[in-house]
T-cell receptor, first 117, second 113 residues
Framework: GAVVSQHPSWVICKSGTSVKIECRSLDFQATTMFWYRQFPKQSLMLMAT?????????EQGVEKDKFLINHASLTLSTLTVTSAHPEDSSFYIC?????????????FGDGTRLSIL | GQQLNQSPQSMFIQEGEDVSMNCTSS?????WLWYKQDPGEGPVLLIA?????ELTSNGRLTAQFGITRKDSFLNISASIPSDVGIYFC?????????????FGKGTKLSVKP
């Protein structure tokens, strides 16, 4: 199997709060994990690529100081939304790639619904 | 930027009917993936394709990697109510950064019992 667990599944917090989202590969090691953002009725937008033991690669237009990514082990990557504001409210989804080849499929977590009041 | 054109955008069908959706690109892809996403959940991998012309089945689902390497289709036979959801194609370009996926905009499938 290839199970990816994402936690928490939903968060409601006040503006200005920092929120950490965890992404774990439960039954495999993932050298590379990905973080996506999805707006209602839209497709997935890649935010950043997280590599174990190195700095994340951010897509154009994504603020790296706003969305902090840490990939400290082969089974865990975290996304921290710093000083979150209402416009950061969205559905955040992580994925993990099983194996070391870049053409291996990505397996997704169940997402985190973030609502900033 | 690179885009995948996925069609149709939505489909309303009767239970038991067959379904077909496709994705096209202006660039050559070396991998095509099909995912299904239910509301409030992450996408679930349905089928992965790695070679031009490859035809792969997963139960009632069949997907093909186009010969031109610029397209892929997904067929669902004898649809049932639990097939309802949003289906996304995703592809990986030759030379793409770290093997990143590019997603289509999704096909929303509704099945009437």
């Amino acid at each position: 199997g290839a199970v990816v667990s994402q936690h928490p599944s939903w968060v409601i917090c006040k503006s200005g709060t920092s929120v950490k989202i965890e992404c774990r590969s439960l039954d495999f090691q993932a050298t590379t994990m990905f973080w996506y953002r999805q707006f209602p009725k839209q497709s997935l937008m890649l935010m950043a690529t997280s590599n174990e033991g190195s700095k994340a690669t951010y897509e154009q237009g994504v603020e790296k100081d706003k969305f902090l990514i840490n990939h400290a082990s082969l089974t865990l990557s975290t996304l921290t939304v710093t000083s979150a504001h209402p416009e950061d409210s969205s559905f955040y989804i992580c994925s993990a790639r099983k194996g070391s080849y870049s053409n291996q499929p990505q397996h997704f977590g169940d997402g985190t619904r973030l609502s900033i009041l | 930027g690179q885009q995948l054109n996925q069609s149709p955008q939505s489909m309303f069908i009767q239970e038991g009917e067959d379904v077909s959706m496709n994705c096209t690109s202006s660039s050559i892809f070396n991998t095509w993936l099909w995912y299904k996403q239910d509301p409030g959940e992450g996408p679930v991998l349905l089928i992965a394709l790695y070679k031009a012309g490859e035809l792969t089945s997963n139960g009632r689902l069949t997907a093909q990697f186009g010969i031109t390497r610029k397209d892929s289709f997904l067929n669902i036979s004898a649809s049932i109510p639990s097939d309802v959801g949003i289906y996304f194609c995703a592809g990986r370009r030759y030379g793409g950064s770290q093997g990143n996926l590019i997603f289509g905009k999704g096909t929303k499938l509704s099945v009437k019992p």
